[in-house]
């Protein structure tokens, strides 16, 4: 419920909308009721008793009842539509407005794949909901309640019939309904799973391709397109219950009604009229019942939906400091004995008592191991994920205290797998600063070696890239990418093994073109001791802590991993050459 309350907070504007369509339905439904009881007066008091006039009056208030109930109907369904398609909408901006705002913490709770069905499939059903279940919603009760007013006061012992029957219809639909609420959020899954299967395999087509694990592929999309179709199948074959049930209660309904109400009729307790009306109540009143049951299903299923959407929503965020801090005057890098894991349930630290303090304007290389923890440890400076433990501070103030956006434009990063987007060249390196001059473009390309292969591309600078860039080569892809985040100008730039797909003579001219940007803190994760060996202070890194810190030389002297490395690279070096 307080998910609903959540979703219901957000639909300012619309609810009037919302109020009008439940408003006409209303109307229409009362319009509709009146038919049956103008019809039993026709036939009793106008065809039977050869009035002519009951005749003509009642058939114009039965024709004006129908034409009014079209109208307020269509009235219905207009403001209906407008709900429902403002509600969707206003649904997706929230939660992409959210999704926006999330750290990596909150990525790393939910998957791609679930995001994705909670921002189409989840908004579809919410907004069905309102198209397929506000009108049955709204005439049920009114019709249910009219129809027992309206066929007591046609015959009350008759009406009697209906509360033999009435419960067994509720007990059946209520069956229905509890067998069917606890798939739905089953099949939202599913879909999830669905969108998985097809996401994973669509961006690594080329992988799939290349390992020849089409058939492994379709074995997997199989397998989960077989149990969406399960779920399906399990959640409709209940539902599906409801027609022939509404059914055997009707006929068993028509059939008393008949059999006790031609009785009275030949008493002269009850005039054919009467029955005729009855009759069509009875129809109404079951109607009704199995409205209000699909409404439930509409809404147990919009419901399940609900409560994905509002997990979104309700994503705790990073929370903003009250004075947030928006300047920074110096860029040196402090780590004040930080303690970092992803998940709060995890036995060990990924990065245990870290110390380490980078100079503004220094160029800091950190080496290690696969897992040893570098990307950990850079992701923790613009915050992408904050520590357990300790701090991380730039200029002397903690990365909490600052304005969380500002912080990020402070921090520029590169990292291991950046995409571009589809458009041109020209504008993805605009994506790191819409207002950058051609002087300045041609000088970030000319500093990320982008220059070298821009003159060979089509179109060069308007060259259309597709979607993840995927249409350049991987360095060409690195290449562009840290142009981008040096168009941005930031304090502090990170490149987090940017330049791996890029060939050795490149990579050395990339450094000593960065080397000349001055006053920029520069940290630069790599697996090639060549590409940090001439940084201010080299960082070793080993299972989350840091076993050594200093120059090239003084690695090479004091720290055994280091040297490890590096004689390891030089050999493999060697052994290419020779
Ligand atoms: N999003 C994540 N959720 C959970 N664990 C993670 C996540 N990212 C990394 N890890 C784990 O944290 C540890 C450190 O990973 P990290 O990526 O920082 O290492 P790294 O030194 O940058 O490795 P590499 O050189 O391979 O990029 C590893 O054990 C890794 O499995």
Request: overall charge neutral; some cysteine.
């Amino acid at each position: 419920m307080s998910d609903l309350k959540r979703i219901a907070q957000e639909t300012k504007g619309i609810r009037k909308y919302f109020v009008l369509a439940i408003v006409f339905v209303g109307i229409e439904t009362l319009f509709e009721v009146l038919i049956p009881l103008i019809m039993a007066q026709v036939i009793d008091q106008g065809i039977l008793a050869h009035n002519i006039k009951v005749f003509v009056y009642g058939g114009v208030g039965m024709g004006t009842c129908a034409l009014l109930s079209l109208l307020t109907g269509l009235l219905y369904a207009r403001f209906a539509a407008i709900s429902s398609t403002r509600l969707g909408q206003r649904l997706r901006d929230l939660e992409f407005e959210r999704i926006q705002k999330f750290t990596f913490t909150n990525l790393d709770h939910f998957e791609t794949s679930g995001i994705i069905t909670r921002l189409t499939s989840d908004v579809t059903i919410v907004q069905n909901a309102i198209t397929s279940g506000l009108r049955p919603m709204a005439r049920g009760p009114i019709m249910l309640v009219l129809g027992l007013v309206m066929s007591f006061l046609l015959s009350w012992k008759l009406s009697l019939i209906f509360f033999v029957v009435s419960p067994l219809l509720v007990l059946i639909l209520v069956w229905i309904v509890k067998k069917v609420s606890p798939q739905y959020p089953l099949l939202q899954s599913s879909l999830d799973e669905i969108n998985r299967v097809v996401q994973e395999n669509l961006i690594a087509i080329r992988t799939v391709k290349a390992f020849v694990k089409e058939k492994a592929e379709l074995q997997e999309f199989d397998e989960v397109n077989a149990k969406v179709a399960g779920i399906t199948e399990k959640t409709f074959h209940y539902a599906l219950f409801n027609t022939p049930a509404f059914q055997l209660c009707m006929y068993a309904t028509i059939v008393s009604i008949m059999l006790v109400g031609s009785n009275m009729i030949l008493q002269q307790s009850l005039q054919v009229g009467d029955l005729t009306g009855i009759l069509s109540y009875v129809l109404q009143i079951l109607n009704s019942f199995v409205m209000l049951s699909n409404v439930f299903l509409l809404l147990t299923r919009s419901m399940a939906s609900i409560q994905r959407i509002a997990q979104i929503l309700n994503e705790p965020l990073q929370s903003d400091v009250n004075d947030p801090v928006t300047s920074m005057d110096d860029a040196t890098i402090e780590f004040k004995d930080v303690r970092f894991k992803y998940s709060a349930n995890a036995q060990e630290y990924v990065l245990d008592h870290i110390n380490a303090r980078f100079e503004q304007g220094w160029r800091i290389g950190i080496v290690g191991g696969t897992g040893s923890g570098k990307t950990s440890l850079v992701s923790l400076i613009p915050r992408l994920y904050d520590v357990d433990a300790g701090a991380v501070c730039i200029g002397g103030i903690n990365v909490k205290d600052y304005d969380l956006s500002f912080l990020r434009e402070q921090v520029g990063i590169v990292l291991q797998n950046n995409v571009l987007f589809s458009g041109t060249i020209l504008e993805n390196l605009k994506w790191g600063n819409p207002d950058a001059s051609l002087e300045e473009i041609n000088w970030a390309c000319k500093a990320a070696c982008v220059d070298e292969f821009l003159p060979r591309l089509d179109q060069g600078l308007n060259m259309r890239l597709s979607q993840g860039g995927t249409n350049v080569s991987g360095g060409q892809r690195q290449r562009l990418c840290i142009a981008r985040a040096l168009l941005k100008h930031p304090k502090i730039l990170i490149f987090d093994d940017s330049t791996s797909a890029v060939d050795t003579k490149t990579d050395c001219r990339i450094r000593s073109s960065l080397a000349k940007i001055s006053g920029m803190t520069q940290i630069i994760i790599a697996q090639r001791i060549l590409s940090v060996q001439d940084c201010d202070l080299i960082v070793v890194m080993e299972n989350g802590t840091i076993a050594s810190m200093g120059s090239h030389e003084q690695l090479l002297k004091t720290c055994a991993i280091y040297r490890e490395i590096y004689e390891s690279q030089q050999k493999g070096g060697e052994e290419k050459h020779g």
